[in-house]
């Protein structure tokens, strides 16, 4: 799957053909309505999702490499690594849509990633379970209180663009 000395080819096709398979189960998602038919049955969409984030965090757990690195090749097992992706992109979608506030997030995912990698390696506990953990916990914070600040704008069209 990846190994050292791995080929690149040019333009980085390799990664642009790697990106086009989580471009193509995003489609599928938006397309099946995925986060909508889940939002629609609280309690089983809300088990599913915890189900999905166990198995994604059992899979990262699983793989054979500490950091997946697109760019240089390096996947470990690439159905755990597709796996442990999707098991946290996942939730964090649902999370976005039952919550508002998405364009925040996206800026607030790097910072917490660079906080989480930066707090962990400090502490000398840093691998991507406890990272995706802790960015989870994060983000869920980050999104309550961005959601609380949303709401209490009185402004109904700019209450709408903070939250798209």
């Not at 690439?78 to 039952?98: D, E, H, K, N, Q």
């Not at 707090?119 to 691998?127: C, K």
């Amino acid at each position: 799957m990846s190994f050292i000395g791995a080929v690149n080819l040019p333009w980085n096709l390799d990664v642009a053909l790697m990106a086009v398979l989580f471009l193509e189960v995003g489609y599928i998602i938006q397309r099946s309505d995925l986060l909508h038919n889940l939002e629609s049955k609280p309690g089983q969409g809300f088990i599913l999702v915890v189900f999905t984030l166990i198995i994604g965090l059992v899979a990262i757990a699983l793989n054979s490499v500490e950091t997946v690195d697109f760019d240089g090749n390096i996947y470990g097992n690439v159905v755990l690594m597709i796996i442990g992706a999707l098991g946290i992109t996942i939730p964090l979608m649902y999370i976005a849509m039952r919550l508002d506030g998405t364009r925040f997030i996206m800026g607030f995912d790097y910072f917490t990633g660079s906080i989480s990698h930066t707090v962990l390696e400090r502490i000398g506990i840093y691998n991507w379970v406890t990272q995706s953990v802790m960015k989870m916990v994060i983000l869920t914070i980050g999104i309550i209180i961005w959601t609380a600040i949303i709401h209490l704008i009185p402004n109904k069209s700019i209450r709408r663009t903070l939250s798209l």
